[in-house]
């Protein structure tokens, strides 16, 4: 059992940034990938960043280039700095690690972009 905590949402002004960070509860060395996805109200759950198994990155294209994920391997917790934000990116942020036979997700934390 893998449990995820998600922190870092908010409120924040358009153009502003955020980091989301995501701590697991013990170290998930390579058996799981890690990924931030978010879902806003009315959608569906969506892809924004992801590590591969080959520990390189993926992102949504309507994330890529003011969006980073990384990752601590020291401290078990994952980080989505989020920059240049947009009211669309108003959703709620969820942690996700999973394996080849199992999902794990966060409670999920709020960001809203709005003036």
């Known amino acids: 059992q893998v449990h995820l905590v998600e922190s870092g949402g908010g409120l924040v002004q358009p153009g502003g940034s955020l980091r989301l960070s995501c701590a697991t509860s013990?170290?998930?060395?390579?058996?799981?990938?890690m990924g931030w996805y978010r879902q806003a109200p009315g959608k569906q759950r969506e892809l924004v960043a992801t590590f591969t198994r080959s520990g390189s990155t993926n992102y949504a294209d309507s994330v890529k280039g003011r969006f980073t994920i990384s990752r601590d391997g020291a401290k078990n917790t994952v980080y989505l700095q989020m920059n240049s934000l947009k009211p669309e990116d108003t959703a709620v942020y969820y942690c996700?690690?999973?394996?080849?036979?199992?999902?794990?997700w966060g409670q999920g934390t709020q960001v809203t972009v709005s003036s």
């Open positions: 013990r170290s998930i060395g390579s058996t799981y990938v």
């Open positions: 996700n690690a999973r394996s080849l036979v199992v999902n794990y």
